[in-house]
Each structure stands twice: as C-alpha cells, then as structure tokens.
C-alpha cells in the first residue's frame, strides 16, 4: 500500500531504514545485535474505535514528541537536529511509509553512540508505538532502566487526544496475542 504508514501491522523497528538520508552521523544501527545495550518498550496509544484514531494521526503527534522535552509546535522532518536538555544533540530521520522516526545521537550527548526508533504500530486496530533503542554508550544500564518510563511519559503527551474518549468495545471476537483487546506489552529489556 502506498502512503503515509501504510495500514502496516505489526512492522518491527529493526525493519525500517531510510536512515541514510540525513548523512553519515545516521548510518549507525546494530543490525547484529552486537552494542552494549537494547531496550524496547511498547505503549498503547488508542483504539481506532476512538474518534481521530488513526495511524496516521498518531504518527503526526509522534512527529511533534519524538524524544523527551520535544517541542509540539515543531514536527521533525529528517535531518532536523536537536538538543535535548541534560542529554545533548540528536538528529531525526522521518520515514512516513513505515509510520516511524528515528532519533540517532550526535557528539556531545551523554548517551553517544546511540539509536533509537520508534513506530506506530497498529495491531488489529490498537495503536501502539514500539520504541527500539540500541547503543553502546558509557552509560548502557541506567539508559536501559530508565527508557520505561521516560518513553512512557512521552508517549503519555501523544495519547493525550484520545484519553479523554475511551475505546468503544464491543461483542466481536478479539484475536489472539491482545488481552482484553489491548496489548499491555511492557518494557523489554536484554543486555
């Protein structure tokens, strides 16, 4: 399908490229697995039950909270450079088609060398984003302690429309893998 993501269903981080587009500073990604630390954390957006809930409007939001103390009247485009506070610079790479960012650390921030991708997922009509974050940094452990709750806060300013208006559940048989039609994956962690 063409477009802005693409109605994808369940399309892994590690899946997505594009990241050569805003220069040499974008081409790190561990595609062995081999960096020092990987998280992953998963959070539920909304339900497309829910008015306005749609991938792409999800992606938009995401556009305007990519990484913690993002400004929202600023959505990123690729090759858009920012410094986050106490952390320092990162460069943003955009690919609508598959409904993600990623942001990728330059030099002068703490967490360098980094990369971390996060994804609107929408998975038999729960929107979620997966946050993918790889590195090899001086500071692996507390970078991995602290993605839950640092993404689920930022995730927490882009579910903000739709937290207002419950989903709307009905008596259809919901698929396997979802409980109670929502997928309540936590935080993923290996090292």
Excluded at 153 to 169: F, H, L, N, Q, R
Aim: proline share 9%; with cysteine.
């Amino acid at each position: 399908m063409a477009g802005i993501c693409a109605d994808q269903v369940m399309v892994p981080p590690s899946a997505v490229g594009g990241n050569e587009a805003a220069g040499a500073e974008l081409s790190y990604i561990d595609p062995l697995g081999l960096a020092s630390h990987h998280y992953s954390v998963t959070n539920f957006i909304c339900s497309v039950t829910q008015p306005g809930c749609t991938s792409e409007n999800v992606f938009d939001r995401l556009r305007r909270y990519p990484e913690p103390f993002a400004d929202p009247s600023h959505p990123i485009n690729t090759g858009d450079t920012e410094t986050i506070p106490v952390l320092g610079p990162v460069v943003h790479s955009v690919d609508p088609s598959n409904c993600s960012i990623t942001n990728t650390t330059l030099r002068g921030h703490l967490l360098y060398s980094g990369q971390v991708t996060r994804s609107v997922v929408n998975d038999n009509g729960m929107i979620s984003i997966v946050t993918d974050g790889t590195g090899d940094g001086a500071l692996a452990g507390p970078n991995d302690w602290l993605a839950y709750p640092v993404w689920s806060t930022v995730d927490g300013d882009i579910s903000g429309p739709w937290i207002a208006s419950p989903p709307v559940y009905t008596d259809a048989p919901i698929e396997a893998g979802l409980h109670g039609g929502i997928d309540w994956t936590l935080a993923e962690r290996s090292y």
